[in-house]
T-cell receptor, first 113, second 110 residues
């Protein structure tokens, strides 16, 4: 069974530029999570979906961040106008509904100069 | 809201010596605790999940949970240089949210 895949693995931007991250969850997993992990911090949940519906986006900076999962499978996280404070690793995870086990992808390491 | 704190921030041990990592949490109503390992540029690897007070062993990794003291620890027997990584403590809430600590950087010297 293939794991969670993410792309790109690395991104380097200037402040003000836009970037998108892509996640392909494990087949059959209806729940998908996006986490932000700043350097020397633990992952912090940004948003999660069940199928195509957003369940909780309370920690997503809505003025610049957006996330979609239009067909309930792959997902895209976008930062419209990146800031240096967005420098972090962005992790995607997936799980089956009502199962605590989340499976994590390798992450995208973002550096904003 | 559940808060998770880990100590120490960084730990250096020699190959073969026991490594002990600590984690405290603020809300004792959770009953699902997990230790992850994170190598640079890799995803999170689950090491041990523990659901009740006491001890749970998975190979060289042993977790101890004491919910009355709001404490869970991880002990690594005979650590090797390849175990050098960041170790993350996580508490899974009753709503299946995962709350992570900041991590302990473990360095194992050959």
């Amino acid at each position: 069974e293939a794991g969670v895949t993410q792309s790109p693995r690395y991104a380097v931007l200037q402040e003000g530029q836009a970037v998108s991250f892509w996640c392909d969850p494990i087949s059959g997993h209806d729940t998908l999570y996006w986490y932000q992990q700043p350097r020397d911090q633990g992952p912090q949940l940004l948003v999660y979906f069940r199928d195509e519906a957003v369940i909780d986006n309370s920690q997503l900076p809505s003025d610049r961040f957006s996330a979609v999962r239009p067909k309930g499978t792959n997902s895209t996280l976008k930062i419209q106008s990146a800031k240096q404070g967005d420098t972090a690793t962005y992790l995607c995870a997936s799980s089956r509904q009502n199962y605590a086990e989340q499976f994590f992808g390798p992450g995208t390491r973002l550096t904003v100069l | 809201q559940q808060k998770v704190q880990q100590s120490p921030e960084s730990l250096t041990v020699s190959e073969g010596a026991m490594a002990s990592l600590n984690c405290t949490f603020s809300d004792g109503t959770s009953n699902n605790f997990r230790w992850y390992r994170q190598h640079s540029a890799k995803g999170l690897e689950v090491l041990v999940s523990i659901f009740s007070d006491g001890e749970k062993e998975e190979g060289r990794f042993t977790a101890h949970l004491n919910r009355a003291n709001l404490h869970v620890s991880l002990h690594i027997r005979e650590p090797q240089p390849s175990d050098s990584a960041v170790y993350l403590c996580a508490v899974i809430t009753n709503a299946y949210k995962v709350i992570f600590g900041k991590g302990t950087h473990l360095h194992v010297l050959p």
